[in-house]
């Protein structure tokens, strides 16, 4: 039995499946190796596009972003949204977050790679409620999608918070 609930959302029994479509869009002439662009384009109907390229380390352009950063940064987006849903659950006023998260890939002999880890650092500034915070990032590692979805570890290292009054 499914009901639905809004665009790209579909309610089973206990469950809820989201779909997600992106278009990567790149044109040029693959004439060989260092000559061909790594540049193409992220987006998704009705959004912006998003800049893309390879890692400059496999001859790409540094001022669009690549797959390994918005991997990281997926990551952290999620962290952030559901430590900030926890947070308004909890009464806890948020008034910044920032994070600057690093991930690690090591690249085989073959070229091919995987990421052995990334680390959240998220620095929060709250008006109350600081010593509720670890258990909040805690939660919100255990809920998010993203975390839930790849194969190496996800470390959280929450910056000390500030509070505001």
């Known amino acids: 039995m499914t009901f639905p609930n809004g665009p790209g959302c579909v309610y089973t029994r206990r469950m809820r499946e989201h779909g997600y479509e992106v278009e ?3 044109s040029g002439a693959t004439t060989g190796y260092r000559d ?5 384009e992220v987006g998704a109907e009705g959004k912006p596009g998003i800049p893309g390229s390879s890692d400059p380390a496999f001859r790409g352009d540094r001022d ?3 797959p390994e950063e918005l991997l990281v940064a997926s990551l952290s987006q999620c962290h952030m949204l559901w430590f900030l849903h ?4 909890a009464g806890i006023v948020v008034t910044a977050y920032r994070d ?5 890939m090591v690249e085989g002999e073959d070229g091919g790679g995987r990421f052995t880890e990334v680390t959240l650092r998220p620095e929060v500034t709250v008006h109350s409620g600081r010593d509720k915070l670890a258990e909040l990032h805690e939660r919100a590692h255990h809920l998010c999608f993203i975390a839930n979805s790849v194969n190496f570890p996800v470390t959280i290292e929450p910056a ?6």
């Open 64 to 66: 669009r972003y690549n």
């Open 24 to 26: 990567v869009s790149w």
């Open 160 to 165: 000390t918070a500030q509070s505001v009054d």
């Open 86 to 89: 926890l947070a308004t659950d």
């Open 36 to 40: 061909y662009s790594r540049a193409h």
């Open 100 to 104: 600057r998260p690093k991930g690690t």
